[in-house]
Structure formats: C-alpha cells, structure tokens
C-alpha cells in the first residue's frame, strides 16, 4: 500500500493526501482515487493563479469581453475533485456529540 505522496503532488496536495492517509484506512483503489483528487488540487491552484495574475475576463479582436480560459479548468476541476472526494466515501465524524452535554 502507497503511504508517501506521490513526488510530482504539490506540497498542499502532498500535505492533504498525508492528512487523508493517517485519518482513515484506504484500500489501494481508494488511493488511487485520493492521487487524482490531489492532482485536481494542483490544477485548481494552477487556474486560480493564472486567472488572478491575468484577470478573469479577456477582450478578444473583436473588442468584446471573453471569459479566461483558466476559468472553465478552475470550474471543471472543482467539480471532479469533489466527485472524486465523494467517490472516497469518507466517514466523517462529528467533532462532539450532537444534542445536549452528558449530565443534564
């Protein structure tokens, strides 16, 4: 079983992907899964960069105003890491018990 990230992850998405692995128990399949979700990290961070060193709009030859590029890679790499989170199925517990304190 793969327990250090993967070299060409991010230091975020190395940290996350470390964070994932010593909280829960993953078959092999799952991380799998959790590298793709680390990869979508890094291209997210990527847009989201260039989209905030060039602006989020462009004016194209004609003089009208075009979405950047980056903007549909930020968007379609949310929606694919947070398919691939769900895909993981992680149990997430609550902090502290839900309703009243023990004692009342």
């Known amino acids: 079983m793969i327990?250090?990230?993967p070299k060409f992850l991010s230091t975020k998405s190395k940290e996350f992907f470390k964070n994932v692995i010593n909280e829960y128990a993953l078959e092999d399949h799952h991380i799998k899964i959790l590298i793709l979700a680390c990869e979508c990290l890094d291209q997210i961070e990527i847009a989201r960069l260039k989209i905030e060193k060039e602006g989020s709009y462009y004016i194209n030859r004609f003089d009208e105003p075009r979405p950047h590029p980056a903007l549909k890679e930020f968007k379609d790499n949310k929606l694919i890491f947070t398919r691939l989170i769900?895909?993981?199925?992680?149990?997430?517990e609550p902090r502290r018990?839900?309703?009243r304190p023990p004692g009342y």
């Open 3 to 5: 327990k250090k990230p």
């Open 86 to 92: 769900k895909q993981l199925d992680l149990e997430i």
């Open 97 to 99: 018990e839900v309703g």
